[in-house]
Each structure stands twice: as C-alpha cells, then as structure tokens.
C-alpha cells in the first residue's frame, strides 16, 4: 500500500553533473569568456550569496574547427573552478566552457564531429561538476561569475538554457546515525541486502558491492535498473545506486560528536550504467523527489523513522529539516513480490507438457548449483543438450542461459523450486501432482487450495478496488478519491499483478473502472487499457 505523507525529512543535492546549452544570445557568451579571460582570475572571489574562490583557471586548444576559418587551430576551451570558502571547502562546480554552432567539423580530419547535434544552435555549452549546490544555487553561482569577470550574466539566465540540456550525474544524499546504519541499513540481515538479493535475476541488472573490513558499513551499496526498481517502486523509471558509506578513514568510537563519524546515506543517478541516455535537465526537480522518494522508502523499509526528528545527523550542508513536498511511501513491497516469483516458479511447473527429461534437467540445476554449462547440465541430468535447452524454453521464468550457461533467474526462484524438488524427490510424478495441485486455481479471484489469494487480488485489497465479474467483463471501482497520475500508477501495478495471475492479461486491460478525482468528480466507465496507453474513457479508442 502507498500513503502520502508529509513532514518527511528532506535530502542535500551533493552531486550536479550536467551538460547545459546556453542559445539565447547565440556565441556571443563564448566570444566574450574569449575575451575576458587571464589565467590570473584564480584567486579572485566570486560572491553568489556566499564567497566562493576560482581556484581552477585554465584553458585548452579543442578539437572544433573556427567555422568562420579566422582562427588556426581549434577554438580555445576554458575551465573556471570555484569552491566555496567556508572551512568545509566542499561545496562549488568545475565549469568548462565550449562553443556551440551546428555542423561542426573536427580541426584535423573536417569530419562532423560526433556527439554534437548537426543542428545545434550558435551557443556556448557548459559542462558542470557541481557538489552541495542546487540547481537554483548553479544558476546563481554562473551569473555572479559572468558578473565578476565582466561578462553579461544575462548571457546565463534560467530562461537562456536550451530544451536540449541534459543531466548525466545527479546524487542526493543525507546522513544517519551510525548505530541505525550499521543495525538496520547495511551488513547480513540489512535492508540493502534484501534489496539486492529479491532483484538479482528476472531480467534485471544490477549491482552489489560492500566493504566492512574497516568498520561495519564502511561501504555498501546496491545499484538496479529502471526495471528492477520499477518493481518496488511504482513509476519509477531511473538506474539507481544507493550507498551508505563512511569517510576513508573511518572515525573512531568516542568520536559522535563528528557528523562524519556516522553515516552518509545516498541515492545517486550516473548516466552509462544502464544506458547512455542523460536526464532532462528541465525537469530535474522530478528526478531529484524520484531520488528522495527511493532514499526514504529504502529507510522506511528497513524500520527507520522519516521524520526530521528521526535519527538524521546535521553536517556541513545537510539539516534535518522539513521538505516542502509530501512524498509517497510504499510499504516493503519485496516480501509479497517473493511470493510472487514463489507462485510463478510453482506454475511453470504446472504445464502438463512437461517431459520427464525436462523435469530432470530442472532437478539436476538444483543439485548442480546456481550455474552449470549447458552439457554439464545434460550430463548431470542423463539428458542431451537439446532437451537442456527444450527445458529452458519450458520454464522460462524458471532457468535461462547466457553464453552457453544454465542458471536460475534469480535465488527466490532456485530457492523455492529446490524446495520443491527436495521435499517430493523420492517420487517424480508425485512431485509434479503435488507441484500442479499447490498452484491450482479455479478464477482469477479467487484462492488457490492453500487459501492463497492471486497477485490480482492481493493487488485490489491493497489499493481497495472493488471487483465485480460480469457478464460483459470485469468491473472495477476505487471510491477514494485520487489523482489520475496516481489512478495511472495503480493500474500499472494491477497489469503487472495480472500479468502473475492465473487470467489473461488482456482480461485485466479490457475493464473498466469508475473513479472519483481529488476534487471529487465522478468518472465512470473509463477503460484500463485505451490504444496502448493506460486509463482513458471507454470508447475513446
């Protein structure tokens, strides 16, 4: 079930990579750092609310051609670095400035230069490395920069920024008790550990690394696909890390006076590692809530309270305080979805085609281990190779090969079928009778034999729909009111549970619902599904 709850602690931006495109005023910002800029600038103090140092000023012949063919060689690039003063000294950006223009060709070669769209716009493009700063701080610090050095801070306003900027490195982050951390977070038993072991197969990709030689927690962190954390968390569609760590040089017991001797806790988003694909930098207040949404629920889950009063360490940049937006949370969604992948490993072995080589190949993964090449799993189950891969064809939410290797989805799956097989491995066709009648279900409403409610209706008792079968399809009704965003989330959820539910998905998608909106207006009759898309009026297809 998810809640919207308000009075949650807020997070620190800490990481802002970004590549911006400022076309308002054409290459006339470029031309002008041209013609300003002194190596000496570094020293000079920039004051953007705060006093910040240019500790970099640097430049570098680049690669892209002067399109005008006034100047030899390639056009300079600069890089400006400023960091904040204070006695923390963390909190600033690395600023490297290049022109834009379209068509540009490489110095050398006179090759488009790849990477550049040919239809940039005449421009100067900024690359940002900032750390604790926020977008609004970034803009600030830009335009107090341009100020100093005697270029028009016009040239970087909000508004000068091209649809095409883009974010390809974004973390946030806020800091935790040490005992909380290491109890409850991180370690055997924490909740990064369930995270990563419930996602680590069924098609995902992830990621699990830990340290704790130095200290328990030291690091720690689980790193998943938008898919796998579109499982946990509805709509959720970014690659995330989340890690909790402590400084290099972890600080001692005696030492919790220092915020550094308790815990960071972060939830970072790095483009590269499921996909080239940066982030719209015009919506980066979206992916930060998505950020703080996904480092909250995480606490949440593990047992942790959200609220500013909780057990939250002021440092440097990071207060506990109050966010101004109210957040959804989820409850720890992993211990249904186990059931879940529990059920579709029971019905995979539920067909009643299934051979009896196959069903050995299935016996012989769970005695061989979670890997075993495809002709040592023929051998170790008295098959061939082709009844190996005629088995992996069969229970395909069960096995799958890649590179020539036979293993398991993931461990809930091996977990449950080894069960299986152990308990009846006395008697083969015994243990597929017992497999078929454990996962029978007459609708797909009802319970199964054990009392076991379908993922469909554990889905409706969770967000209260009311079901009702009729003689023209399945109808639904949500009487509390919500938004049609959140009724699009709901309805994702529920195909995903149809999709683990004895019934045709299709069935699902073809229902109607009727649903009150926050303002308390009626909707009745809409359809699930409407060309592709989830939600629309009935008909409207």
């Not at 950006?93 to 239809?119: C, K, Y």
């Not at 760590?245 to 960071?264: A, E, S, T």
Request: charged share 25%; proline share 5%.
């Amino acid at each position: 079930m998810q809640t919207e709850q308000q009075h949650v602690v807020d997070v620190q931006v800490h990481r802002l990579a970004a590549n911006l495109l400022f076309d308002a005023h054409g290459l006339s910002p470029y031309w002008g750092l041209v013609s300003v800029f002194d190596p000496d600038l570094e020293g000079e103090t920039v004051v953007a609310g705060e006093e910040y140092s240019i500790e970099t000023a640097s430049y570098w012949q680049g690669k892209l051609a002067d399109p005008s063919g006034d100047v030899d060689g390639g056009l300079y690039e600069y890089k400006l670095g400023l960091w904040s003063t204070d006695e923390t000294g963390d909190k600033g950006a690395d600023l490297t400035f290049r022109p834009g223009f379209p068509n540009a060709e490489h110095v050398d070669t006179g090759e488009e230069i790849e990477g550049i769209p040919s239809d940039c716009p005449e421009s100067v493009r900024v690359q940002v490395e900032a750390t604790n700063l926020s977008k609004l701080e970034l803009y600030g610090l830009v335009q107090a920069l341009a100020d100093t050095i005697d270029l028009n801070p016009a040239y970087f306003a909000p508004d000068a920024v091209h649809e095409w900027s883009s974010i390809y490195g974004l973390e946030t982050y806020l800091r935790i008790e040490r005992a909380m951390a290491e109890h409850q977070l991180v370690g055997a038993g924490g909740i990064f550990e369930e995270i990563a072991r419930f996602s680590s197969g069924d098609g995902s990709k992830g990621e699990w690394k830990w340290d704790h030689e130095k200290t328990k927690g030291h690091y720690e962190a689980v790193a998943l696909d938008p898919a796998a954390w579109s499982r946990l968390l509805d709509d959720h569609s970014m690659a995330k890390r989340i890690k909790c760590y402590q400084p290099q040089h972890p600080r001692q017991n005696g030492q919790d006076d220092d915020p550094l001797y308790h815990h960071k806790l972060e939830a970072q988003y790095w483009a590269g590692y499921n996909s080239s694909e940066s982030l719209d930098w015009h919506s980066c207040w979206d992916h930060v809530e998505e950020l703080r949404e996904t480092t909250l629920n995480v606490v949440n889950w593990a047992g942790i309270s959200i609220r500013p009063d909780g057990p939250f360490i002021a440092d440097s940049y990071f207060e506990p305080e109050i966010a101004n937006e109210p957040i959804e949370i989820a409850s720890n969604p992993i211990p249904e979805l186990t059931e879940q992948q529990q059920l579709t490993a029971r019905e995979q072995l539920l067909d009643p085609e299934t051979t009896e080589g196959e069903f050995e190949v299935l016996r012989a993964m769970t005695d061989g281990g979670k890997q075993l090449h495809h002709s040592e799993a023929a051998e170790c189950s008295g098959t061939s190779t082709s009844t190996v891969y005629r088995a992996v064809e069969q229970f395909d939410g069960i096995l799958e090969v890649q590179n020539g290797t036979v293993q398991f989805v993931d461990d809930v799956v091996r977990s449950e079928v080894q069960g299986i097989v152990e308990r009846l491995e006395s008697a083969k066709d015994s243990a597929l009778e017992a497999v078929r009648r454990t996962v029978d279900r007459a609708t797909p409403l009802s319970a199964g034999d054990r009392g076991e409610p379908s993922a469909l209706e554990q889905w409706m008792n969770r967000h209260g729909i009311i079901p009702q079968e009729t003689y023209d399809g399945l109808e639904l009704r949500l009487d509390r009111p919500v938004s049609r965003r959140k009724l699009e989330k709901i309805l994702r959820a529920g195909r995903q549970a149809a999709e683990h539910s004895p019934t045709l998905t299709e069935h699902f998608e073809n229902a109607t619902i009727d649903w009150q909106d926050r303002d308390g207006n009626w909707h009745g009759n809409w359809q699930v599904v409407v060309n592709g898309k989830i939600l629309g009026p009935a008909g409207s297809g």
